[in-house]
């Protein structure tokens, strides 16, 4: 099935639009207030890839080490995004003003079907409130954070991502908020979503983002002494030694090269 087929639909009583595609229906939405720049419409590509695991610093055993492919990212998508989601996008528009908007919002990613507001983290509690609180709006419920690492996303390395449901309209999007390795921080929703408690926690210890004004903010999995946070891709492998029938394999980040 397509990702157009995936799209979420409207009831029978409202127009159905296929995201990413253009009708009647989408011609007399409003004027474009999220302006997209042309740089931000084209892929960005985040890093350069090599062999087919992306394996540094140890031989690459697969056969596919002459392999050199871009990392990127979808760029940003201009109006009209297609179906419920110019609806939905100019609701939030009409709760939080124009400026506020275009302040607070980076680019909007229409992609396979699914949307997703990259929003500055400044921004972020001033949004999630109004998405939950706006009748027109409701998305009442949060499934969580999820953190990402991009250590070549320069200024812009850790990725928190957002997952909120409308319970009352069917609808699923995604909130996006960046910040550097320098600078960490990313304001807690907990307030706005209490599901996120655990979530922030477990983000915080796997990818050190610190959620300011989080009730709790401490290791959930690791120990609290354990130095680092272990799913930055800049971290170590380690391990230990195993012995396997008399033979000792040494731990991956000691293991010898093939060439």
Request: proline share 10%; net charge negative.
């Amino acid at each position: 099935m397509s990702p157009e087929n995936d799209a979420p639909k409207e009831p029978q009583d409202f127009d159905e639009v296929t995201p990413g595609t253009e009708d009647d229906a989408t011609a007399r939405m409003p004027e474009n207030t999220l302006a997209v720049s042309p740089e931000a419409l084209g892929p960005e590509v985040i890093d350069r890839r090599e062999g087919m695991f992306g394996v540094r610093g140890s031989g690459d055993t697969s056969g596919y080490g002459g392999v050199v492919r871009p990392v990127t990212m979808p760029g940003g998508t201009p109006k009209p995004y297609g179906g419920w989601f110019d609806e939905m996008t100019q609701h939030l528009e009409n709760a939080l003003g124009t400026d506020q908007l275009r302040s607070a919002i980076e680019k909007v990613v229409v992609h396979r079907g699914e949307i997703t507001f990259f929003i500055r983290r400044a921004s972020l509690l001033a949004v999630a409130t109004t998405l939950r609180n706006d009748p027109a709006l409701r998305f009442e419920f949060c499934a969580g954070v999820s953190g990402v690492h991009y250590l070549a996303d320069e200024g812009r390395e850790l990725h928190a991502i957002y997952h909120l449901l409308s319970m009352t309209h069917n609808r699923r999007i995604r909130l996006e908020v960046t910040c550097p390795d320098a600078d960490p921080h990313i304001p807690s929703i907990v307030g706005v979503y209490p599901t996120n408690d655990w979530h922030e926690r477990e983000t915080y210890d796997f990818f050190g983002i610190i959620f300011d004004g989080h009730p709790a903010l401490t290791r959930i999995q690791m120990p609290d002494d354990w130095p680092g946070h272990p799913q930055r891709k800049d971290y170590p492998l380690g391990g230990i030694p195993v012995e396997y029938k008399g033979a000792t394999i040494p731990p991956p980040d000691q293991r010898r090269a093939y060439t």
